[in-house]
């Protein structure tokens, strides 16, 4: 059974890079058959997607973040991470990873399929001097 | 890119039929037949409900159905059950290769 963990600070203060990690067990993040993502949620709030990334690399960023987010893979550990920079409270939420299948779009290549069908617990990150 | 507009809150009784409605744009949910739902109880991750519109997940009730008209997308949950009360997420597939969730809709089971 697919598994994801998030873990990493729940405490990040206002300016500096949010780092977190998703471990994935039960199967393998190299996987061709799979990109790997992040989604948030503010409190009492909807969700929003941050990106998505290929084991190998390709990376989808939600355009509104991504001049502060960097995703990367370490399949030696079979992990997953996040980093936003310049954090402020509006970054204050629960963050989720989760995997899409891997779509061949004839237009646009490979590229993450449409929707998220495994997901961690998710981790809250506080953002507080 | 801005979010799906869903109702805030709908309610039914058990046994009931209810339909939360998500709508886009013609650069998301009216262009590509790439809606998905999430169910998501309170503290809990969201659970992947229906995708490509209209189809389930191995696992999920065919209770949960799904459908789109031009730039609404929306979700039908009948015999309502008190398990169901959670809330209710849709995301669409963007022209512009992202990805954008709805606001979330509470379903409150009378």
């Known amino acids: 059974q697919l598994q994801l963990q998030e873990s990493g600070p729940g405490l990040a203060k206002p300016s500096e890079t949010l780092s977190l990690t998703c471990t994935v067990s039960?199967?393998?993040?190299?996987?061709?058959?799979?990109?790997w993502g992040w989604i948030r949620q503010p409190p009492g709030k909807g969700l929003e997607w941050i990106g998505s990334m290929y084991y190998s690399g390709s990376t989808y960023y939600n355009p509104s973040l991504k001049s502060r987010v960097t995703m990367s893979v370490d399949t030696s550990k079979n992990q997953l991470s996040l980093e936003l920079s310049s954090v402020t409270a509006a970054d204050t939420a629960v963050y989720y990873c989760a995997r899409t299948p891997r779509y061949y779009d004839i237009t646009t290549g490979y590229r993450p399929g449409q929707y998220f069908d495994y997901w961690g617990q998710g981790t809250l990150v506080t953002v507080s001097s | 890119q801005s979010a799906l507009t869903q109702p805030a809150s709908v309610s039914g009784s058990p046994g009931q039929s209810i339909t939360i409605s998500c709508t886009g744009t013609?650069?998301?949910?009216?262009?590509?037949?790439?809606v998905s739902w999430y169910q998501q109880h309170p503290g809990k991750a969201p659970k992947f409900m229906i995708y490509d519109v209209s189809k389930r997940p191995s696992g999920v009730s065919n209770r949960f159905s799904g459908s789109k008209s031009g730039n609404t997308a929306s979700l039908t949950i009948s015999g309502l059950q008190a398990e169901d009360e959670a809330d209710y997420y849709c995301s669409s597939y963007t022209r512009s290769s992202t990805w954008v969730f709805g606001g979330g809709t509470k379903l409150t089971v009378l």
């Open positions: 013609s650069s998301d949910v009216g262009i590509y037949n790439y």
């Open positions: 039960g199967g393998s993040i190299s996987s061709s058959s799979y990109y």
